[in-house]
T-cell receptor, first 114, second 114 residues
Framework: AQSVTQPDIHITVSEGASLELRCNYS??????LFWYVQSPGQGLQLLLK??????LVQGIKGFEAEFKRSQSSFNLRKPSVHWSDAAEYFC????????????FGTGTQLKVEL | DAGVIQSPRHEVTEMGQEVTLRCKPI?????LFWYRQTMMRGLELLIY????????DSGMPEDRFSAKMPNASFSTLKIQPSEPRDSAVYFC????????????FGPGTRLTVL
């Protein structure tokens, strides 16, 4: 069965600094990979997704993620963090095909210092 | 598109009472997912439906929990009898075959069982 690991439970960065959130997955084939963001009191919103092709994917709000097959990783990055980026971030992996369930990581809580 | 709609947004009830959470998926989506989120256990998949049929209910914690999807535009999650440990935020999400595993989340129902 597939699994997702987000090794960092909490991360604090200063506004304007760069950000990288780590995600590692375990799956036999090339998975579908997702990053979601959850603001306090809200549902999860999709930031970006990777299915195939270019390993560097761009998402909303200036985020990007890079799929590295050799490292089984799909780390999320942002060059300059804004205070409004403070939220919880979830990495998820899905099986190939539509309508299947996702396996979510435990989440990384991002705090942004002004 | 109104997105995934959940009701109620907040529910406070007493132990032993029946609780019914409701979800309306995005029109045209054929998969529906129920999640529970708590501080202790994170985001857990309870059950998911594909074309109104339950596919995987292995995440349903016990017999007190039941879910139905009588048609493509409506689903319920029922807890009977409710217990304080059921207090959590319950999310509904939907996806379509064309969205390739991307799930769209509702705003959640915050359940408090006293």
């Amino acid at each position: 069965a597939q699994s997702v690991t987000q090794p960092d439970i909490h991360i604090t960065v200063s506004e304007g600094a760069s950000l990288e959130l780590r995600c590692n997955y375990s799956y036999g084939a090339t998975p579908y990979l997702f990053w979601y963001v959850q603001s306090p009191g809200q549902g999860l919103q999709l930031l970006l997704k990777y299915f195939s092709g270019d390993t560097l994917v761009q998402g909303i709000k200036g985020f990007e993620a890079e799929f590295k097959r050799s490292q089984s990783s799909f780390n999320l990055r942002k060059p300059s963090v804004h205070w409004s980026d403070a939220a919880e971030y979830f990495c998820a992996v899905g099986l190939t095909g539509g309508g299947n369930k996702l396996t979510f990581g435990t989440g990384t809580q991002l705090k942004v210092e002004l | 598109d109104a997105g995934v709609i959940q009701s109620p947004r907040h529910e406070v009830t007493e132990m032993g009472q029946e609780v019914t959470l409701r979800c309306k998926p995005i029109s045209g989506h054929n998969s529906l997912f129920w999640y529970r989120q708590t501080m202790m256990r994170g985001l857990e998949l309870l059950i998911y439906f594909n074309n109104n049929v339950p596919i995987d209910d292995s995440g349903m914690p016990e017999d007190r929990f039941s879910a139905k999807m009588p048609n493509a535009s409506f689903s319920t999650l029922k807890i009977q009898p409710s217990e304080p440990r059921d207090s959590a935020v319950y999310f509904c999400a939907s996806s379509s075959e064309t969205s390739v595993d991307e799930q769209f989340f509702g705003p959640g129902t915050r359940l408090t069982v006293l």
